[in-house]
């Protein structure tokens, strides 16, 4: 997983949309105390310095260190390190103990993770009673009718470069397992459906999908998805690459208590 992301850090920094304000109130109005947060797969940090706003400590850990050297630095966010080699009792203790962390988060990233592993130690490291554990990602842009159907078309071209795992990204994480006490904001099977508005160009639209890791994947292996072509359908359908729009990002959260 690290690999995928690592070869598109920077980009991957400039292109993804910003997570609502809001949704790091709604989930801190949950948790009994606000002392230690940990963003997991943090990547560029943006989760965690959105829960640096509600919380005393964060800790940002990442498998991937090219994408730690892009992270937006915060004095109350420290950015860890954490290989896939790491045992869950260092990992643990580096975060804290057990029994330590008020809200755990992560975004847009889930779907990579061996789910009884990391559902183990996110029930070890949350307070009793008191802490929550929050994932949510995105799936889909809304542009307009013209521009949705065209952008459509591209995804399908896309399927056969993803991970397999990212199927439960596509499902809205509707299939995911998530065997959390519902605080909320979405349970099992029915997550929290949220929008993400954005102001968007088109040059900025372009490098989103080049920090897809399916198109990073095709390339390496010789297919162009975003062909001189395919660009030039987008710019017509976009109405102009000068033209800033106000777009919407398909977002969804399960979130949950032990």
Known sequence: MAGLFDKQAETYLDARPHYPAEWYSMLADRTTLHSLAWDVATGNGQAA???????????????????LKCAIPHPRVRYLHTPLSL?????????????????????????????????STVTRVLRKPG?????????????????????????DTTLP??????????DGYRTLPFPFESVGLGTEGDPLALDIPKELSFDGFLRMLRSWSAVVTAKEKGVD???????????WAWGGSKLVRSVAYKAFMLAGKV
């Open 161 to 170: 470069y993803w991970n397999p795992k990212i199927q439960s990204l596509f």
């Open 49 to 67: 310095i959105g829960v640096a706003g509600h919380y005393e400590h964060v800790i940002g850990t990442d498998v991937s260190e090219a994408q």
């Open 225 to 235: 998805l975003l062909s001189e072509r395919v660009v030039k359908e987008f710019e």
């Open 87 to 119: 045992p869950d009792d260092e990992l643990v203790d580096l975060i804290g103990g057990e029994g330590s962390v008020d809200l755990v988060t992560i975004a847009q990233a889930v779907h990579w993770f061996d789910l009884p592993s990391l559902y």
């Open 131 to 155: 802490g929550v554990f929050a994932i949510w990602g995105y799936n889909d842009i809304m542009v307009s009718p013209t521009f949705d159907p065209i952008m459509k078309l591209f995804h």
